[in-house]
């Protein structure tokens, strides 16, 4: 397996090498073999990195994460506290979509209309039923 140094999997995972360097302080990323008192990197942890990235877009905490990657501590029923988990980031994550589904319906009215604002498109809608 290819060994990179920070930067090259910075750029191949498309962040900054701090990125790197922080995943590395919070325990996202393992701590990397040094040659010569450089990192060194495996290439399979660009999968890690783009989870991180997913997760951290969607809104998972550093926590969060941290149990999706390493897991539970042994001594806490893991089937029922993953089950707690992913079903309340799952609501949280529908509830978000459907901000978003609402904020693009918002957009997608506008670019079909003509006035210059959302007010003025919003009353459009409101007196005459169209924009």
């Not at 360097?21 to 450089?38: D, F, H, I, M, T």
């Not at 989870?51 to 969060?64: C, D, M, R």
């Not at 992913?86 to 459907?98: T, V």
Request: with cysteine; charged share 30%; proline share 2%.
């Amino acid at each position: 397996m290819a060994e990179l140094s920070i930067g090259q999997l910075a750029a191949k995972a498309k962040i900054n090498t701090s990125t790197l360097r922080y995943y590395e302080s919070v325990g996202l990323l393992p701590a990397p073999e040094r040659k010569n008192g450089q990192r060194r990197y495996n290439e399979e942890l660009l999968d890690r990195i783009h989870f991180i990235k997913i997760a951290q877009q969607t809104g998972f905490s550093i926590q969060e994460m941290t149990v999706l990657l390493e897991g539970f501590e042994p001594s806490e029923s893991l089937s029922d506290r993953w089950e707690q988990m992913a079903k309340q980031k799952r609501a949280e994550l529908e509830e978000r979509k459907n901000q978003l589904n609402s904020m693009i319906n918002i957009l997608d009215s506008g670019l079909s209309c003509k006035c210059l604002t959302w007010s003025e498109c919003k009353d459009k809608i409101e007196n005459e039923g169209s924009c």
